[in-house]
C-alpha cells in the first residue's frame, strides 16, 4: 500500500499500476484524437471492467460526466499530476554497462520528466568520459555527488555482488526513492521506496509459459 495525501488515504500498489495504463491508453487516444472516452472503452483496451477503472480514478477526485465519458487530454494531465510527471525529476544512473548504458539513451524518460543528471561507474576507463552527453563521475564520489546535484531518484545498474553497498552508501546520502535492475533483492530501510525490475525473472517467466504451452499443459492463468 501507498500513502497519499499526508496520509489520510492509503492507496493499493495495483491501483497506481493500473493508473500508468490509463495514462498510457490515454496518450494513444489523444494520438489518434479522441475528445472523449468511456470508462468501458478504457476498460476494454486494457482487459479490465469499468467499474474497476471507475473505483481507481474515484480514489484521486470526480473525473469526467456520467453518460459523456472523460475528456481524454484532460484526464491524461490529471493522472499525470497524479503519478508526478507534470514536473522534472533528478535521477542519478550508478553502473554504465550494457543495461546501464542503455538506459541512459532511452528518451522516454526525460519526455516523462526524468532527467539522468548524473552517472556513475568504478571503472577508471569510463570516469571521467562522456557518455551520451552525460560526464561519467567516479562512484568513490557518490554521496557527496547525489546531494550536490539534488537527485532524488536513483536507478542501480550494477553486478548483483556489489549492489547492496551500493543501495546502503544511496541511503546514506538521503535519497528515497530507487529502481534497481540487479537481479537481487537489497535491503532497505522501511520509509525508503525500492523497486525491482529482474529481466531474469521475467524471461523466465516467459520460457515456463512457452514450455508449458509446448507441452501441451496448458497456459498460465
Request: aromatic fraction near 8%; avoid cysteine.
Amino acid at each position: 500500500m501507498v500513502a497519499v495525501a499526508g496520509g489520510r488515504k492509503k492507496i493499493s500498489e495495483s491501483t497506481i499500476r493500473r493508473l500508468s495504463l490509463y495514462y498510457r491508453v490515454l496518450s494513444v487516444l489523444e494520438k489518434e484524437n479522441y475528445q472523449t472516452v468511456s470508462s468501458r472503452e478504457l476498460a476494454k483496451r486494457e482487459k479490465l471492467t469499468p467499474a474497476q477503472v471507475r473505483k481507481d480514478l474515484s480514489f484521486f477526485g470526480s473525473f469526467g460526466t456520467r453518460g459523456l465519458g472523460y475528456p481524454v487530454s484532460e484526464l491524461k494531465k490529471q493522472i499525470g499530476e497524479i503519478l508526478g510527471l507534470n514536473r522534472v525529476w533528478n535521477v542519478a544512473l550508478i553502473g554504465v554497462g550494457n543495461i546501464g548504458s542503455a538506459l541512459v539513451g532511452y528518451k522516454e524518460f526525460l519526455r516523462q520528466g526524468f532527467r539522468i543528471k548524473v552517472i556513475f561507474d568504478n571503472d577508471q576507463r569510463k570516469i571521467g568520459s562522456n557518455h551520451k552527453g552525460i560526464k561519467v563521475s567516479d562512484i568513490q564520489n557518490l554521496e557527496q555527488d547525489l546531494r550536490e546535484n539534488n537527485i532524488e531518484i536513483v536507478v542501480i545498474a550494477v553486478p548483483a555482488t556489489v549492489a547492496q553497498y551500493i543501495v546502503d552508501d544511496v541511503v546514506k546520502a538521503g535519497i528515497k526513492a530507487i529502481l534497481n535492475f540487479a537481479p537481487l533483492n537489497l535491503k532497505v530501510p522501511p520509509d525508503v521506496f525500492l523497486r525491482n525490475e529482474n529481466m531474469s525473472m521475467e524471461l523466465e517467466y516467459l520460457s515456463f509459459a512457452l514450455k508449458n504451452l509446448q507441452d501441451g499443459k496448458g497456459t498460465i492463468k
